[in-house]
């Protein structure tokens, strides 16, 4: 007799590493232990006030689809945010999405088949297996080191790894989860690469705002590969605005733009209201990003500092985001990220962190590597690493 | 050499049956002309304001992403909402979504295997199409006519239509585009047929609160498919808030609900700003929605009424939601819809319609048929059919 069954796709689906140990922070937090949120890229930084009286004074009586693609005015608006930096784009090269999220499912969607590869340097956005999933896509991870800091991978490494069936590169500028800011040069060898072998180069650059050493050099500044780049671009961060759902598909493919707003018809359009919050942060005055930035400059300073002094723990110092790449003197970090939550407390705090391994597409990698966000202020950051400090030692002395 | 080419999937795309005339309104405006859009459910009621000031007045400071689920408080919210019909579902049954298209897309990707069928019965809703063609799925389409007044096609036309692929039956109750209302007895009909071969019973319940002639039947009140039934729901038509995107995914099938979040935790999160908007929306005086259909109830009267008179014109009366379909004197519904907006005024008014082949899968059916939203005014749907009937006539002696 037939049965009901999940599709294969949803049995492959990946859980998330990041909140699979949200059970064991919860019974942490049951018995009174302080949790520090180390694993999760939520800033604690209020969205700015402009930007949600935007949403509170909006005159709307009638709660309307937008147009699929986004408001307008909006999508205008973005193009002189992205002027500023330098970055020349028409607002018919924008298409709002519910999310940074959204723009990459549409571009698995858009540019690739089932059984097609993409090539992503690992670590990576954990979420990239899940969208690659979505459409069938196969992840075909090249290895940035912890030694090199998690620089871009030779050039030999994509040209072993590309095949009949590779497609696209996506890289993460800065870096989540290792921080890495990759300079002008990196970028243009990818844009050599994907020019040579006509390859897509998705470029998630929802962090491009927090670059402490050194300019963001956008993908949509190469030259010559203006139809190969799309940027995947999300206010959550920026605005500290990630429940608002709003992100950008960029692109000035016209093909792939007028195939991607199939997909925004089919989905009708995203949120209204914070459309008009992500177009009111666009005006906020010039010095909104200095004073974040700052702010997360301190945050890094002390986080890296810290953990470098840690016996045994090595740390590459980030040049943009709010994450970390740390390596720990221990086996498995899949094990001691739950063990710190279950079983340890230091003058009853504890702290979460993401294993490193859920950012590896090669198993057995990243095992004693976990991700940091440095979303926390100073004093908890100080706090956090006097306990993951202790928690090593008590850890490797069991 | 290699080229760049977007995907078989982007290809496959349709374009929305219901936008691509949109080009055609906007030349008639720029002329002067009164455009009448009866082609788009987008009703011109106003949002709630109680609901709208529950986001005004919500103390948010920083905008977080909500739980992948959605806000627990919300989810608990809706488990009165339900309880009101009769429909007892826990909060864990239900994950809020991104509107009711994220529920449906979830639908497909987490119950169907690419190369699986889907039976629905046609006229059906146009972007199912897309979904489908995003999970790789087959539509199988099975005809309602217009003479029963769009009622459940027969069962056999089921039984002819399921192969081993047959993994589910989409329903939209009640309906778009037709407005038909399925009955209890028609809703008993497709539990037996999805119990006999275990499919997924897909309800899409997006009008439910719109029903004129009998009481809603829900798919959460049919016994003993409890693991089969999915209902997709939305806040969108309900309470005039479809820029909100926020929908519902609700089933007692617990591994389903497992496997959806899996897919919600990828995208992260629903709108944090417009779940708040839904929580309110469920404490609207009872009378709120009285009032609504009461609104719809004299505008389906005028639109039918109206539309019935005109010479040639067959249109059934439609049981639920703001739509009907009507089978006008003209050869090709494609052409008339883009001349009516091209080539024709009545008193510097024109309507827009939206063609009934694209919402048939079937090709070659639909071709006299339209699809008609009574989202407008009464006045404006005299003036409206007014229109319509002068340019059937004018269409007629071209």
Redesign the interface.
């Known amino acids: 007799?037939?049965?009901?069954t999940?599709?294969?796709?949803?049995?492959a689906?990946?859980?998330?590493p990041i909140?699979k140990l949200v059970p064991f922070a919860e019974i942490a937090k049951k018995k009174g232990v302080k949790v520090y949120h180390l694993n999760i890229g939520?800033?604690?930084?209020?969205?700015p006030k402009a930007a949600?009286d935007a949403?509170?004074n909006a005159d709307?009586?009638?709660?309307?689809?937008?147009h699929?693609a986004g408001i307008e005015s909006y999508r205008r608006k973005l193009v002189e945010y992205y002027k500023r930096d330098e970055i020349y784009v028409d607002y018919t090269d924008i298409l709002i999405t519910?999310?940074g999220?959204?723009a990459l499912?549409f571009g698995f969607?858009?540019?690739?088949?089932?059984g097609?590869e993409v090539i992503i340097p690992e670590p990576f956005y954990a979420?990239y297996n899940?969208?690659a999933t979505?459409a069938?896509v196969n992840i075909v991870p090249i290895t940035a080191n912890i030694e090199d800091g998690f620089a871009l991978p030779p050039v030999a490494s994509f040209e072993n790894a590309i095949t009949d069936k590779t497609k696209a590169i996506i890289i993460c500028n800065p870096n989540n989860p290792t921080g890495y800011l990759y300079s002008k040069e990196e970028m243009e060898i990818l844009a050599r690469i994907v020019k040579k072998?006509?390859?897509?180069l998705f470029s998630d650059e929802a962090y491009r705002e927090f670059c402490y050493t050194g300019k963001h050099y956008s993908a949509l500044q190469l030259e010559g590969v203006e139809?190969?780049v799309i940027v995947m671009d999300t206010i959550s961060k920026r605005y500290?605005?990630?429940?608002?759902?709003i992100g950008a598909f960029v692109t000035r493919?016209k093909?792939?733009v007028n195939?991607?707003l199939?997909?925004a018809?089919?989905?009708?359009?995203?949120?209204?209201?914070?459309q008009v919050?992500g177009e009111a942060a666009v005006d906020l005055p010039a010095d909104y990003f200095e004073a974040t930035k700052a702010e997360y400059l301190k945050r890094r300073d002390t986080l890296i500092e810290g953990l470098n002094k840690i016996p045994g723990v090595v740390c590459p110092n980030p040049g943009g985001a709010f994450y970390a790449m740390a390596k720990l003197p221990v086996d498995n970090t899949d094990d001691f990220c739950q063990w710190i939550l279950e079983h340890f407390s230091y003058e009853n705090q504890t702290v979460m962190l993401a294993p490193g391994s859920g950012f590896y597409g090669t198993k057995g990698l990243g095992m004693q590597e976990v991700r940091l966000a440095y979303v926390l202020k100073v004093e908890e950051i100080e706090q956090a690493v006097k306990c993951l400090e202790k928690a090593i030692e008590t850890y490797n002395n069991k």
Chains 1, 2 share one sequence.
């Open positions: 007799m037939a049965t009901l999940i599709s294969e796709r949803a049995q689906m990946p859980a998330s909140r939520q800033p604690d930084i209020e969205t949600m949403v509170r709307i009586k009638v709660l309307e689809y937008s699929s519910t999310g999220s959204e499912l969607l858009a540019c690739l088949n089932p097609d979420n899940g969208f979505e069938g072998h006509q390859l897509y139809d190969n500290s605005a990630c429940g608002a759902r493919n093909e792939l195939a991607v199939k997909f018809q089919a989905r009708l359009a995203p949120p209204t209201l914070e919050l």
